[in-house]
């Protein structure tokens, strides 16, 4: 390691310059101060070297010593990353807790893994076996639901001279050597580590073909999002991002989540701590923690290690993509990431572009959102990186800079109203501001999966919903009664539309999951309703005649009163809807 040492000549902030040699590179990881506090190298400039600190840079001076690690900004990668809680530089918050109580000390360099804990591991290679990038040769079970697998890092061929012994062994213990092609001796271990700004590689990009079941009906039949894509969720303070992002977290069928808090208050982020350590995997029925790994940067941690916190999550989310899991990353949110690059930005003296934002913004979001993907790992496996990342727009405003640059590199986009939100219509996604452009991908899936009517039914469902919103405006002017009884039904529909189905309650132990096939059965019975309602209407039947057999508000409660697991309530539905038509039209025969 170059422990080569420079000194510090000035400080704005979180950004330090330093002066004493032309040793340091960019994206050099850097020690800064007596302290030793965590820097990085983001500017080199003849001899003056500027330094982004990822903590309170209170109490530095000139002339104090920077040393140089001689290697990028990495984080430490293997098992015990599960059922843990890191900040945005991946410090395991409890052991931060431990050391120095609830507020963090600065200097502190604490592994991301338990160095004392032995894990019981199972060796996937023997001596004399050929390996390349991507071979497993090494597992042990992280935690209930989740089998760690070691793979052989990028860019190592050779061929294993020795291997230990299966049984107990620490992160730091040597499980394996393989001596490359020119002669060259590697040990590994249970551990790794990796530079969080450099994408994990892969062997193929694949086509997105299947979608993330979510289990909410807004999501899974408007507006999917398949595995391996990548999702904005924009909306005003209190219009539901962040309980939506459970919601997804709990029931979405991802193998492992990945929860990032960049810049939340830090009320949000306790409540998230503490639901997450109470929640139930509905899988497995033992705790979600037991998948999941939570990184806490508040918005009043240093706005440096915000910056960082999003590739931390992203490099941990590839290293699991690479064992064959399916990741959902839910990053919450992107817009108080930008807003600390302004604030870095500002401090480098950079020229700024639109509302204060640095120029490369958009690169920046490009870099994040394009390391999702469903792919072909190294070791011949598929995984995904499924992101969803919340947008937090000053007043609610989509045509701000971070919303804008984000809509160009996602494909779904469910755009949060608050009027819903304040009319306790949750999920509050928009269905016509919000738009998904894996529906077409997806449709082979659909049809294999679910059956053929559900792509027709989505067709139809969101049409209505279309015309209901054409209609509104006329409705707005002149009123409901002037319309004709076929654009009174469209709007009756799309009312049911909108509360018996949408509209979903995540406290109901019913509604707050709902699997496909439910999901087509459900949809299948309301335009069961609009076809027969419109037979009638073509015959000059007045729609009040039906509306007052209560059918329509019978439909609204079938959400509540159909089993998951028992779906034979929907045959009384269906002869519910015939009595009702019946009913009518023989009063009219």
């Keep these: 390691m170059n422990q080569e040492r420079y000194t510090i000549h000035g400080i704005n902030g979180p950004v330090v310059t330093v002066t004493g040699g032309r040793g340091l590179a960019m994206m050099d990881m850097v020690n800064v101060g007596e302290e030793g506090l965590i820097g990085e190298v983001v500017r080199v400039d003849g001899g003056t070297t500027t330094v982004q600190v990822y903590e309170d840079t209170t109490g530095l001076m000139p002339g104090q010593p920077v040393t140089s690690q001689g290697a990028p900004m990495s984080i430490e990668l293997g098992p015990g990353l599960l059922h843990n809680i890191f900040d945005g530089i991946a410090r395991p918050l409890e052991v931060i807790q431990e050391k120095s109580g609830p507020f963090i000390s600065r200097g502190l360099n604490i592994p991301s893994l338990d160095r004392e804990k032995k894990w019981q591991v199972t060796l996937s290679v023997k001596v004399g076996d050929q390996v390349a990038p991507g071979t497993e040769y090494a597992s042990c079970p992280e935690t209930a639901a989740i089998t760690h697998r070691c793979l052989i890092p990028a860019g190592l061929t050779g061929r294993v001279t020795w291997t230990a012994q299966p049984g107990e062994y620490t992160v730091e213990e040597p499980l394996a050597e393989i001596t490359d092609n020119r002669g060259g001796v590697h040990k590994l271990a249970l551990s790794q580590r990796w530079p969080i700004r450099t994408p994990r590689p892969m062997a193929q990009r694949l086509p997105i073909s299947r979608p993330l079941i979510t289990g909410q009906r807004v999501i899974d039949t408007l507006f999917p999002i398949g595995k391996g894509g990548a999702a904005a969720i924009p909306g005003p303070f209190g219009a539901g991002k962040t309980m939506t992002q459970h919601q997804l977290a709990k029931w979405s069928d991802a193998d492992i989540i990945v929860y990032l808090g960049c810049g939340?208050?830090?009320?949000?982020?306790?409540?998230?701590?503490?639901?997450?350590?109470?929640?139930?995997?509905?899988?497995?029925?033992?705790?979600?923690?037991?998948?999941?790994?939570?990184?806490?940067?508040?918005?009043?941690?240093?706005?440096?290690?915000?910056?960082?916190?999003?590739?931390?999550?992203?490099?941990?989310?590839?290293?699991?993509?690479?064992?064959?899991?399916?990741?959902?990353?839910?990053?919450?949110?992107?817009?108080?990431?930008?807003?600390?690059?302004?604030?870095?930005?500002?401090?480098?003296?950079?020229?700024?572009?639109?509302?204060?934002?640095?120029?490369?913004?958009?690169?920046?979001?490009?870099?994040?959102?394009?390391?999702?993907?469903?792919?072909?790992?190294?070791?011949?496996?598929?995984?995904?990186?499924?992101?969803?990342?919340?947008?937090?727009?000053?007043?609610?405003?989509?045509?701000?800079?971070?919303?804008?640059?984000?809509?160009?590199?996602?494909?779904?986009?469910?755009?949060?109203?608050?009027?819903?939100?304040?009319?306790?219509?949750?999920?509050?996604?928009n269905w016509l501001t919000s738009y998904s452009e894996y529906a077409d991908d997806l449709k082979d899936w659909y049809e294999k999966n679910v059956g053929p009517d559900f792509v027709p039914c989505r067709l139809r469902i969101s049409n209505l919903l279309q015309e209901e919103a054409k209609l509104m405006e006329i409705v707005k002017l002149i009123g409901a009664d002037i319309l004709p009884e076929d654009q009174k039904l469209i709007i009756e529909t799309a009312r049911l539309v909108r509360v018996g189905f949408l509209q979903q309650n995540a406290y109901h132990a019913i509604d707050t999951y709902v699997p496909m096939d439910k999901q087509l059965k459900m949809m299948q019975l309301i335009l069961e309703l609009y076809d027969g309602a419109r037979a009638l209407v073509a015959r000059s039947i007045p729609l009040s005649q039906l509306k007052a057999t209560g059918i329509f508000d019978q439909l609204t409660k079938m959400k509540y009163e159909v089993p998951n697991d028992d779906q034979s309530k929907f045959g009384d539905y269906r002869r519910q809807i015939r009595e009702a038509l019946d009913q009518v039209s023989r009063a009219n025969s």
């Design 264 to 429: 939340e208050r830090g009320n949000e982020m306790t409540q998230a701590l503490e639901e997450f350590s109470e929640l139930q995997d509905p899988r497995t029925h033992r705790p979600l923690m037991e998948r999941t790994i939570l990184i806490a940067n508040t918005s009043n941690m240093p706005v440096a290690a915000r910056e960082a916190s999003v590739y931390t999550g992203m490099t941990m989310a590839e290293y699991y993509r690479d064992m064959g899991y399916h990741v959902a990353l839910m990053a919450d949110s992107t817009s108080r990431w930008a807003e600390a690059l302004r604030e870095i930005s500002g401090r480098l003296e950079e020229m700024p572009a639109e509302e204060g934002f640095p120029a490369y913004l958009a690169s920046r979001l490009a870099e994040f959102y394009e390391r999702a993907g469903y792919v072909k790992t190294l070791g011949g496996n598929e995984g995904s990186v499924t992101v969803i990342g919340a947008v937090s727009p000053q007043g609610g405003d989509f045509s701000e800079p971070v919303t804008q640059n984000t809509k160009r590199y996602v494909r779904t986009f469910w755009g949060l109203d608050r009027a819903l939100a304040y009319a306790r219509h949750f999920p509050s996604i």
